[in-house]
Each structure stands twice: as structure tokens, then as C-alpha cells.
């Protein structure tokens, strides 16, 4: 679908960008998996299982640092929206300059903060550290690395993504992840030096948001950092943040909280074995996150120019495309988690699989509660929704906390997944029918329960299959492979083959993939 929402050159194509948006991250997140996947191996082999509890470490207290960019980044592509569908350059163009502006602050905030967190850093680590490591050095590089990334051009990704541009970083990124595996694993093959390792990483972000920023002039001259903003819409820009800190926390809470917590009772070797784990999981969302974030600034640009009941129809066809995907994810979870990891790390650095079940419910839990998130932020409803976040991180900390002297790792999980059924995602889906559609929540809540029984049902089933292929090794994964996969395909077409969504869906696609 084209939308022409200003003059010839503010013309958006939502169908087309979404498409393009998608290829490009999805080859993004696929380089992003298999570059990590590769170091986490080469750590394992090379440097030691503990070095992956580090590194683990030290990304979730930058996370928390994090916390200064209060949702800035959200805020401000928001406040593009409209801007950009009433071709009016000057508020772009004033909305960057204030964009940029925020960011050389928050840099500051964060390595001010984080250079006073400093000395309580070995706090955080149960046992012992790699021999000849200085923790100290390594949380300052991380940490420079971190300030840097909003110091340099960071504010220049807001035009791309509010032009829904975001194959552009994507592209961007491809290079400079490619350069910068292929120098870390030679860092850690001839060297074993994991403060190189690390440093490589920093230089890698300079280069990347250095050619972000030249891309990003050469296709929107017209937008430069330049002119004020009336106090009345600067107000309304701070009154969006604030109302988004809330949800920047319950994130960071979520993302980081385990991490620290496995960290600081159970050590940094069971921390690297969960991670290896979450790693996976963490790999898949990203691919499906590249959807998300494809299609944000399409709803919200759909939001301002289409009719509720349009937008309403396209929010069921969205959550019914997630489901679908979700439930072939879980069954492929549940059937090659424990496989891939024997071969992986062996047995020695296995969880039960017991773990694998909570890890299924866990990523259904994160990936539905993201569809409507993405469709939040895209509405711009963070006032609203604004104690949600907040409430739910608290609930999760306090759990992970005291469960995981209870039950150990099994706590660290359950934590996250009570706070997500029981508060985050009831609270979410109430105040997008109360504040969005304006429709009746049962008949939504009935298609999705249903959607749900699907999935459990495939994942019983490929459960139960590939429990009776006794073959190890790699014939085995590629065996229950196959089974993972057809399984839900079979069976969720033949469930859906009737139904409106699923028609329309295959549509959509088709219509993508042409696009595309």
C-alpha cells in the first residue's frame, strides 16, 4: 500500500519499507546471531566458560546504566509522525537538533554514573575471576564503548527510522559486524587477550555510527540539526519521556535483573551455562523482533492517516501472524534445544529439560507482550501505560531475588514469567482496548486463547515424536528438525485453513514478498 501523506518527497510506502525493513534485519539479526554464536564458541574453547559470565555481566549493568536514555529515542521518532505526514521540514529538522542535544547529555549522565558505580562492581560476581583479569579495566572499556555510541551521531538513526529507513543500518551494521567477528576471533586465536577482544568491540561502534551518519545526509540532506521547538511541543516531547522511563525500566529490569542475579548467588560459570541458553532464545526473538521494528513507524504512521476499525482489523491479522510463527518457535525449542546443546558445549554445560519447557512459555510470554508494545509505542499510549512497566520490573525483582534461594536457576525463570502473566500482559492488552480500539476485549482474548491451545497441542505432539528418535549426533538434529518444523505447519494450516486471518495473511505476505 502506498501512502502519500505530504509532497512527492515525504511519500511513504509502508508495504514496501516494511518489506525491504524486514529482508535486510533479518539478515542483520541472522549475522548477529551466527558472529556471537561463533565468539561464545571460541570463549568456551579458547579463554574459558567463565569469560562468557563476564561478558554476560557486564552488558546487564550497561543495560542499567541504559536506563538515562529514559526512552528518548522512542519519544523522539514518535514525535516525527506527524511531522513527517505534513511534509513539515522545519519541525524535522528542529526535532533532531533537540534529538542530538539530549543524547551528548544522557552520554554524560551514563559515564558519570557508571564511573561512580566503579568500585562496587567485584560486588556483583559469586567466586572467583579469570586469573590475570582487572575488572576494573574491563567495566571502563565497556563502558567507554557504551558513551560512546550516544556521543557519535547517534541522534541521525531517528530520520531513518521515522522514514522507516531501517535497512540502512541494517546494511551498516552487516559490515561492520562481518569486520569486527573476523577481528575478534583472530584476537582471541593468536592472542587469547580478552581486553583486545573488547577493545575492537569499542571501535567497531565508532565505525558504525560514523557510516550510519554519512548514509543518513546523503539520502535526507534536507535534514540538518538546526532551528528551535515552540516550549509547548518541547513540553509535550519531556511529558512522553517521562511516561516512557517507566517502561525503559520495567525493560532493563526484565533484560538485566537475571543476569545480575544469577551472578551475584550462583556464580559466573552457572551464569555462562544459562546464558548459553537465553543466547539461543534471545536469537530467535531478535529475528522476530526484526518484524517489529519493520513495522512501527508503518502502524504509526497508519494510526494517524487510516480508520480505527482498519487499524483494529490490522491488529488481530498482526497478533494472528505472530501466534502462527510463536507456535513453530516453541516446537522447534522444545525438539532441538537439548540436541543442539550436546553438540554445542556437551553435556557438562547442559540444563535439565525441564528448562526447556519454562523456556518456551518464557518466549511466548516475551513475544506476545512485545506485539502489543510495538503497537503502543506506535500509538504513542505511554501515559497510560506508564506504571505498568514500573510495577511489573518491581514484582520481578523481588521474585528473582527470593526464589532463586529457594529453587536456584528454576526461580530466575519463574520470576519473569509470573510477572509477565500476572501483571505486565493483562495490564497491557486492557489499556490498548481501552485507549485504542475501543472494541470488545473477550472476542480478541477467545482468538488468542484458542491460538494458544494450538500451540501447546504442536509442541505436546513434537515432544512426544521426538522423544522416540533415539539417533545422537548430528543425523539426530536434522531428523527432529524436520519433525519440529512440519509438525506445527501441518497442523496449524489445517486448523487455520478457514479462517479470516489466516486468508488474509497469506495475502499480506504474498503481497510483501512481491514488494519485497
Not at 516453541?330 to 532441538?336: D, I, R, S
Not at 506508564?386 to 536457576?409: E, S, T, W
Not at 501483571?423 to 472476542?443: A, D, G, Q, T
Amino acid at each position: 500500500m502506498v501512502n502519500k501523506v505530504g509532497g512527492d518527497g515525504m511519500k511513504i510506502e509502508r508495504t514496501k519499507n516494511a518489506s525491504r525493513n524486514i529482508v535486510f534485519g533479518t539478515l542483520l539479526k541472522l549475522y548477529q546471531v551466527i558472529g556471537p554464536f561463533l565468539m561464545r564458541t571460541a570463549m568456551i574453547y579458547l579463554m574459558g566458560v567463565q569469560y562468557l559470565g563476564l561478558n554476560s555481566l557486564f552488558t546487564s549493568i550497561l543495560q542499567v546504566l541504559n536506563l538515562a536514555e529514559l526512552g528518548v529515542g522512542s519519544a523522539m521518532i514518535y514525535s516525527m509522525y506527524k511531522p513527517i505526514a505534513d511534509d513539515n521540514k522545519t519541525m524535522i529538522c528542529a526535532l533532531m537538533k533537540l534529538y542530538r542535544t539530549y543524547y551528548r547529555v544522557i552520554g554524560l549522565v551514563i559515564a558519570l554514573v557508571g564511573g561512580f558505580l566503579t568500585p562496587f562492581i567485584p560486588r556483583l560476581i559469586s567466586g572467583e575471576v579469570p586469573n590475570g583479569i582487572n575488572i576494573y579495566v574491563l567495566y571502563l572499556l565497556n563502558l567507554g564503548a557504551t558513551v560512546l555510541s550516544y556521543w557519535l551521531f547517534a541522534y541521525k538513526n531517528s530520520i531513518l527510522q521515522a522514514f522507516q529507513r531501517t535497512d540502512i543500518v541494517s546494511k551498516a551494521t552487516l559490515i561492520t559486524s562481518t569486520i569486527q567477528y573476523i577481528l575478534q576471533i583472530l584476537v582471541l586465536w593468536f592472542f587469547r587477550n580478552y581486553y583486545l577482544y573488547v577493545i575492537v568491540m569499542l571501535i567497531t561502534q565508532a565505525v558504525t555510527n560514523i557510516v550510519t551518519a554519512v548514509v543518513a545526509d546523503k539520502l535526507y540532506p534536507q535534514f540538518k540539526p538546526k532551528g528551535d521547538i515552540p516550549n509547548k511541543e518541547v513540553k509535550q516531547i519531556n511529558q512522553r519521556i517521562k511516561d516512557l522511563f517507566t517502561a525503559k525500566l520495567g525493560a532493563v529490569v526484565i533484560g538485566s535483573a537475571d543476569t545480575i542475579v544469577i551472578s551475584a548467588f550462583l556464580g559466573l560459570t552457572t551464569l555462562a551455562i544459562y546464558q548459553n541458553y537465553y543466547f539461543i532464545l534471545n536469537s530467535i526473538c531478535g529475528f522476530i523482533t526484526v518484524i517489529f521494528s519493520a513495522i512501527t513507524a508503518g502502524i504509526g504512521n497508519s494510526l494517524v492517516t487510516e480508520s480505527t476499525e482498519k487499524n483494529y482489523n490490522d491488529f488481530r491479522k498482526f497478533t494472528f501472524i505472530i501466534c502462527f510463527i510463536l507456535c513453530i518457535c516453541c516446537c522447534c525449542f522444545a525438539g532441538l534445544y537439548q540436541p543442539f546443546m550436546r553438540l554445542w558445549v556437551g553435556e557438562k554445560f547442559m540444563l535439565d529439560f525441564s528448562f526447556v519447557i519454562l523456556f518456551c512459555i518464557l518466549f511466548y510470554c516475551l513475544e506476545l507482550a512485545m506485539v502489543w508494545a510495538t503497537v503502543k509505542d506506535a500509538a504513542g499510549l505511554w501515559h497510560s501505560d506508564r506504571f505498568r512497566p514500573l510495577i511489573g520490573a518491581i514484582a520481578n525483582l523481588l521474585m528473582n531475588v527470593v526464589l532463586v534461594q529457594i529453587i536456584g536457576l528454576y526461580g530466575i525463570i519463574l520470576s519473569t514469567v509470573f510477572s509477565y502473566i500476572l501483571i505486565s500482559m493483562p495490564w497491557l492488552i486492557h489499556n490498548l482496548f481501552k485507549f485504542l480500539y475501543k472494541e470488545p476485549l473477550i472476542k480478541y482474548l477467545k482468538d488468542l486463547g484458542f491460538y494458544i491451545l494450538v500451540a501447546v497441542g504442536s509442541t505436546a505432539l513434537t515432544i512426544s515424536l521426538c522423544r522416540k528418535i533415539v539417533i545422537e549426533g548430528i543425523v539426530e538434529l536434522i531428523i527432529k528438525s524436520i519433525v519440529s518444523v512440519s509438525i506445527p505447519l501441518v497442523i496449524e494450516c489445517l486448523v487455520y485453513r478457514r479462517k479470516k486471518e489466516f486468508i488474509e495473511s497469506v495475502i499480506l505476505i504474498k503481497k510483501m514478498l512481491k514488494k519485497g
